[in-house]
């Protein structure tokens, strides 16, 4: 088996074996999906179906739906409100990523074992990413499933990531 291209990153996840509750992880997989259809996107969204936010500058729009989302969230802090998440066993460091894999700083998984786990993406909007994966060693891993939206997200995080990592070595050259 060839070693994927992997890069550098802080981020963590937490799993479980798929088939321990397949069906609750299948239907959080899907709400994650949609997290960013909560009431202000779904409004923003019409609002650019009919043709409401054509002479909006996007930006400004972008930065005020977030902030909505901080006060949303703000609001749920105070009533000690908490996103419904399942229950998942391990919780790891990623050591590296790449554009379909990733890999664990510690051996936790089992080879041809398929698993279901959220990992925290640390970009704008922070959220929850909800992956299927199948363990390729006890460390490597390779995404089964994951939404498009994420997908693309993931692959500007490891971009963004590989151009820090180009940085840091011109310095050191410097």
Not at 66 to 73: F, P, Q, S, T
Not at 147 to 162: F, I
Request: no cysteine.
């Amino acid at each position: 088996m060839n070693e994927p291209r992997l890069v550098p990153a802080p981020i963590s996840i937490s799993f479980s074996e798929a088939d321990l509750d397949l069906e609750n992880y299948e239907r959080e997989f899907q709400s994650l999906s949609e997290s960013d259809d909560d009431p202000i996107s779904q409004w923003l969204k019409l609002a650019k179906a009919r043709g409401e936010a054509s002479e909006s500058d996007p930006v400004l729009l972008n930065l005020l739906v977030e902030l909505h989302r901080k006060v949303d969230a703000l609001e749920a802090f105070l009533k000690n409100e908490t996103p419904k998440r399942v229950s998942l066993t391990t919780q790891e460091d990623i050591e590296g990523i790449g554009f379909e894999h990733f890999k664990l700083k510690q051996p936790a998984l089992e080879v041809g074992k398929t698993y279901y786990g959220r990992i925290e993406m640390p970009v704008h909007p922070k959220r929850d990413v909800g992956v299927f994966f199948k363990a390729e060693s006890p460390t490597l891993a390779k995404f089964t499933r994951i939404h498009e939206r994420d997908e693309k997200e993931w692959a500007s995080y490891m971009t963004a990531r590989e151009r820090v990592l180009i940085r840091e070595l011109r310095e050191k050259k410097s």
